[in-house]
Nanobody, 118 residues
Framework: QVQLVESGGGLVQPGGSLRLSCAAS????????MGWYRQAAGKQRELVAA???????NYADAVKGRFTISRDNAKNTVYLQMNSLKAEDTAVYYC????????????WGQGTQVIVSS
């Protein structure tokens, strides 16, 4: 029922910026913790940024100061603003939703590819 659709990925030069969006349909996700994960070629999927229903945020050390996660509950959408992009940020980025109160009701998007290269 719940679908998460990421958008905003693409190819950018080092130092550039992108804003990823994750639009949810099928359910109001205001009570869900939302997160952005990424998976680079040959590596495990890792948490990049997360935001709770109360808008508490946390970030991977590699992106602190460069990425910002936010949410607009009226639009049922979560964003990831990515600035000062590095080649090491190249990965497929996935949106994730988890119902905080139970922990087992979770959903994944299909991913959007980000390539940082000259």
């Amino acid at each position: 029922q719940v679908q998460l659709v990421e958008s905003g990925g693409g190819l950018v030069q080092p130092g550039g910026s992108l804003r990823l969006s994750c639009a949810a349909s099928g359910r109001d996700l205001s009570l869900y913790a939302m997160g952005w994960y990424r998976q680079a070629a040959g590596k495990q999927r890792e948490l990049v940024a997360a935001i709770t229903s109360g808008r508490t945020t946390n970030y991977a050390d590699a992106v602190k100061g460069r990425f910002t996660i936010s949410r607009d509950n009226a639009k049922n959408t979560v964003y990831l603003q990515m600035n000062s992009l590095k080649a090491e940020d190249t990965a497929v980025y996935y949106c994730h939703a988890n119902l905080e109160i139970v922990g087992f009701d979770d959903y994944w998007g299909q991913g959007t590819q980000v390539i940082v290269s000259s």
